[in-house]
């Protein structure tokens, strides 16, 4: 009796389906008002492009003659205009972006190029490495390799077994030879890189 009453009170109004669609049940919402079946969606007037800033007002008299007169002149005199503008103005110059490590691609044409004229950087940071030892001095050049290294005896001793390998990276120029000197000392031979 209960659920017969229910029913009743939710039943659907007979136009509503024809009005919303089939399959649709908007019982629940309280916003929600049926549109006319026939009525077209509204049509809104957008603008020909999209500019963030809205309208601007149109240059001064000065402005155009400015830039009438920058056209008319030579494409040498032309490039003397930035430089001199940022004299004048007191800009902060321009910081080159390095591309070093960066793959650019196809469009890396002009950009490839003018890195090849750069000069050569020095390098400043050195990795040794052990290029061999004679057996009967291993001891001492494992020892060697643990003083210069905070390895343990059994890693330095697996180390100095993988011969040949770099055993110490990014170091300055008189690290790098003051450990070739004592390597050398031991009975091994170490280089440079």
Do not use: C, W
Not at 12 to 39: C, M, W, Y
Not at 67 to 79: G, K, N, S, V
């Amino acid at each position: 009796m209960k659920f017969t009453a229910l029913v009743k009170t939710a039943r659907v109004h007979p136009t509503l389906p024809k009005i919303i669609g089939p399959l649709q049940s908007r019982f629940f919402q309280h916003d929600f008002v049926p549109r006319e079946p026939n009525a077209k969606p509204k049509r809104y007037k957008y603008p020909p492009f999209y500019d963030p800033y809205g309208p601007k007002p149109p240059p001064s008299e000065k402005v155009v003659e400015l830039a009438e007169r920058i056209a008319a002149l030579a494409p040498e005199e032309r490039l003397q205009i930035g430089p001199m503008l940022k004299d004048r103005l007191s800009l902060p110059k321009t910081q080159v972006i390095s591309t070093e490590g960066m793959e650019l691609g196809s469009q890396g044409g002009a950009a490839a190029g003018a890195g090849k004229v750069e000069e050569k950087v020095e390098k400043t940071a050195f990795d040794v490495k052990l290029e061999k030892f004679e057996a009967a001095a291993k001891i001492k050049v494992i020892k060697e390799v643990r003083a210069f290294t905070s390895l343990g005896l059994k890693e330095a001793k697996d180390l100095v077994e993988k011969v040949p390998v770099v055993i110490k990276q990014g170091i300055t120029k008189e690290e790098a030879n003051d450990i070739i000197e004592k390597i050398k000392a031991a009975g091994g031979v170490a280089v440079m890189e």
